[in-house]
């Protein structure tokens, strides 16, 4: 056998006396082998895939350049994107807007697979920059309106911001509530913070409290039979010795709602036995 | 020792004396340089984690350091030791011996992947330990802190760093099919280093390959997808820090790839070396 | 036996230029028999280096055909009963002279048992016990072309091929190495050395054979052709200044020349080792 490794160039090829033949050779073999290896490939494309870093560009269209800069770092990307993250909270330290701004960018066109980094650096734009604004506004125009919409807007860019992360991570929950917390307390928007908020969990890894919050949020919004059939079907899968599942305060708002809406004492929820009941009201 | 025949027994003595070489030539002060950076590291960001768990930062240190230091040295050491021969003429008097061209090829390999193995293997046991004592720090401080501070499977690092040194082998071997082709070693390390580029912007390839308008873009894309391996496959450093262990499919899918690379850039370059004029 | 065997060989290198084609070797065709040795002589550029790389299999000729002990010289086969010494060598910096000799003398096939002993004799006849174990960075060139030397030895090579081998020695050196040839003459071997030590090929050669811009301009043996072209030697003492030109005259008229005569000289070789032999007795010398 490793008579025939040494001898098979020779053999299969002849004698060889030109840099023409020579790359022309290594061009076939090196074809051939990635013809044979592309089941390998796609193997270990699949078992991994969707832990490498995306390639910043717009839809459909080419890699931009930045973007190409940050692919060939290859294995260094997420060492590169660690500390610009480090440079990116100096800046914050600093209440650097345009570098904080900047860097938030920059880093999750680095490597965009933490999710830590789309998280915190859309918490960065929507709260601290709105201070920073606020606190950096001339005496004179601060106004409520005038707050408002820089309120508005800084949440908005941050929405933009993190819509762009769910194109990597469309089923994530910690996204998804990262955006119904924005509706809900920076722009006021219950209707769009509930729809966040049923879309969070419905996903494996949503927190506990996204479904309670989605209820409360449907009744707020006066859907009391929507609310009361939510927390219905929510409550028997609540742990009942976990205080963060808060089953007697969802136990208590179904029974709100059943005042509310004048359900009869015969149709109305019974809890799995076991569990503490508490009146509307009591905690 | 079969003295006409192909002998395995001189390809080891040819990589046993590279690594002899290399070893005289204090290239483990490159190993003291690359633990000094980790631990720097760590220390750097176990002061300003920023709320972020800190495994995840030592191990994208740790990887980065590897493939950072790792690449260098899979690319200037096979055309170190390959232009040596050839620039003192030791490569002449090896080969008026009864030794196969194919046999100085393949040891002078041999001996990089040997190199490289170490050098990974130095690389994980520094990772794997600075993690150890990160959490022996956070267990100390808090209990519970070191679980909220991110699960880390050993054995998840340990296959990580095996990953690379499939990764740096792949370098290793082209870089020895340029050098046994390019005429200066300047050469032989600026295209070493281009096809690392190339190389990590597979993926790239691929997009422009699908995206393209033009039939010669995509044309090219696709040969220069199908031509060289891709780098990105072996990206490991994000399924380590969720803890949990790379999948037997994937590690065997990701060897036999690597073999298979390894095993045609080295025939290539034996190719190479046997119509070179000395 | 014949050792060396070449037919018509040609060899043509690229100029670097378009299709260029620079011919180093122009059709040689000569035969070297086993137990000789034979210089192989030229001026520089004449194609030395290139018939003995293509002797060694380094390099293929672009026509004809070269044997050693009747194997083409391409096959590794043909390169088990060799040693060469390449010119001015250098070996790995940082290894010590006998790693690099076993080194070699594993490339030669010799197996582990009694290895450390043949190496250490190799090294030993080469006269460099003492330094065996130091770095290569630490030799002199002569004492690194002892070790090629040593390499070239450690096998026991039916066929020794030397480039230059007394290059960077000095003349003590030198004569040493005249002795080791005529040792390896005396078991059997075969050595082909190119050198420019002319006196010396005189010396230990048996034949020689003159390259000239890639051709074989003159082969034979050595005293045969030494004699060749050569006029007589004619000493003369006491000759008056006017009676010079009489005497040139009579030689003219029957065909010689009279080239200027000098005292005869003992020659800067002869000094240096009379100087070198006797070194050790002198008693006046200043410290």
């Not at chain 2, 370098?171 to 050469?187: C, E, G, N, P, Q």
């Amino acid at each position: 056998m490793s008579a025939c490794l040494a001898v098979w160039p020779s053999i299969a090829f002849g004698i060889v006396n030109s840099s023409a033949k020579l790359a022309s050779v290594a061009g076939a073999a090196l074809l051939a082998v990635g013809a044979v290896v592309q089941p390998l490939r796609e193997l270990a494309n699949s078992a991994i895939g969707a832990a490498r870093p995306s390639t910043p560009r717009a839809e459909g269209a080419p890699p931009t350049g930045p973007g190409m800069s940050a692919a060939m770092l290859g294995g260094l990307r997420g060492l590169v994107a660690d500390v610009l993250w480090l440079k990116t909270y100096l800046a914050w330290a600093d209440r650097d807007r345009v570098a904080t701004e900047r860097l938030i960018r920059l880093v999750t066109m680095v490597d965009d697979r933490p999710v830590y980094f789309w998280l915190n650096g859309a918490r960065m734009i929507a709260y601290d920059i709105t201070e920073w604004r606020r606190a950096a506004r001339p005496p004179g125009s601060d106004g409520v309106e005038d707050d408002r919409r820089l309120v508005e807007e800084q949440a908005r860019a941050a929405l933009s911001y993190l819509a762009e992360a769910r194109e990597r991570y469309p089923d994530n929950a910690a996204i998804c509530v990262e955006m119904a917390n924005l509706h809900l307390y920076k722009r006021g928007d219950l209707s769009t913070a509930a729809e966040w908020y049923r879309r969070a969990a419905g996903l494996p890894d949503a927190p506990g409290y996204a479904a309670r919050i989605y209820g409360e949020l449907l009744r707020r919004l006066g859907r009391k039979r929507e609310a009361y059939a939510w927390l219905c079907q929510l409550h028997p899968d609540l742990p009942s010795d976990d205080p963060e599942a808060m089953a007697d305060v969802v136990l208590g708002r179904i029974r709100g709602l059943e005042e509310a809406l004048g359900v009869p004492e015969g149709d109305r929820y019974r809890p799995v036995s076991g569990r503490a009941e508490i009146r509307h009201g009591q905690r | 020792m079969n003295r006409r025949g192909f002998s395995l027994g001189r390809i080891a003595w040819i990589g046993e004396n590279t690594l002899r070489e290399a070893r005289r030539q204090r290239l483990w002060l490159l190993l003291v340089i690359m633990a000094g950076a980790l631990g720097g590291s760590a220390r750097l960001f176990h002061d300003g984690a920023y709320g972020v768990p800190e495994p995840a930062f030592l191990l994208d240190a740790g990887f980065g350091i590897l493939d950072f230091f790792g690449s260098i040295l899979a690319i200037a050491a096979p055309v170190q030791m390959f232009f040596s021969e050839i620039e003192r003429r030791t490569v002449l008097t090896v080969l008026a011996k009864p030794v196969w061209r194919a046999e100085f090829i393949l040891g002078k390999l041999g001996g990089g992947l040997v190199l490289l193995g170490v050098f990974c293997a130095f690389g994980v046991v520094c990772i794997a330990s600075l993690l150890w004592w990160q959490r022996l720090a956070m267990a100390g401080a808090c209990a519970g802190a070191a679980e909220e501070g991110g699960r880390v499977a050993y054995s998840a690092v340990i296959a990580g760093g095996m990953v690379q040194w499939l990764r740096l082998s792949v370098l290793a071997a082209v870089t020895l099919l340029i050098a046994s082709y390019a005429r200066t070693s300047l050469f032989a390390l600026v295209a070493g280093f281009l096809a690392l580029v190339i190389c990590n912007l597979q993926n790239l390839a691929c997009q422009a390959y699908r995206l393209a308008d033009s039939f010669w873009v995509r044309g090219a894309a696709r040969v220069v997808g199908s031509v060289l391996p891709d780098f990105g496959l072996y990206d490991v450093v994000d399924r380590v820090k969720t803890g949990a262990p790379l999948s037997a499919g994937y590690l065997g899918g990701i060897t036999l790839y690597s073999l298979v690379y390894v095993g045609v850039f080295g025939s290539l370059a034996v190719y190479c070396f046997r119509h070179r004029e000395l | 036996m014949v050792a060396i065997e070449i037919e018509g060989l040609t060899k043509d290198f690229r100029s670097g230029a378009g299709d260029g084609r620079i011919r180093a070797l122009d059709r040689i065709s000569l035969r070297i028999e086993a137990g000789a040795v034979t210089a192989l002589l030229g001026p520089n550029g004449s194609g030395k280096s290139t018939l003995l790389k293509i002797i060694l299999g380094l390099l293929a000729p672009s026509a004809g055909d070269c044997r050693v002990f009747g194997v083409p010289s391409g096959r590794v086969e043909s390169r088990v009963a060799v040693g060469y010494l390449p010119e001015a060598p250098d070996f790995y910096p940082h290894l010590t002279g006998f790693e690099v000799v076993r080194f070699f003398a594993r490339m030669g096939g010799l197996p582990g048992a009694g290895l450390r002993e043949r190496v250490g004799a190799a090294i030993a006849e080469v006269g460099l016990g003492a330094a065996a174990h130091r770095r290569i960075a630490t030799y002199s060139q002569g004492m690194r072309q002892r070790l090629g030397l040593a390499q070239a030895l450690v096998t026991d090579p039916w066929l020794l091929i030397l480039d230059e081998p007394t290059s960077g020695i000095d003349p003590a050196g030198a004569a040493e190495f005249g002795g080791l040839i005529r040792r390896l003459k005396d078991r059997g071997r075969t050595v082909l050395l190119s050198s420019h030590q002319l006196d010396q090929v005189e010396e230990i050669c048996d034949g020689a054979v003159l390259l000239d811009r890639g051709r074989v301009i003159e082969t034979g043996r050595v005293d045969e052709l030494a004699r060749r072209g050569g006029g007589g030697l004619l000493g003369v003492e006491s000759l008056p200044e006017n009676a010079w030109d009489e005497l040139r005259a009579w030689l003219g008229a029957r065909g010689g020349v009279l080239h200027e005569g000098r005292a005869p000289r003992a020659g800067l070789r002869r000094v240096f080792l009379e100087a070198a032999r006797d070194g050790g007795n002198r008693e006046d010398c200043p410290r």
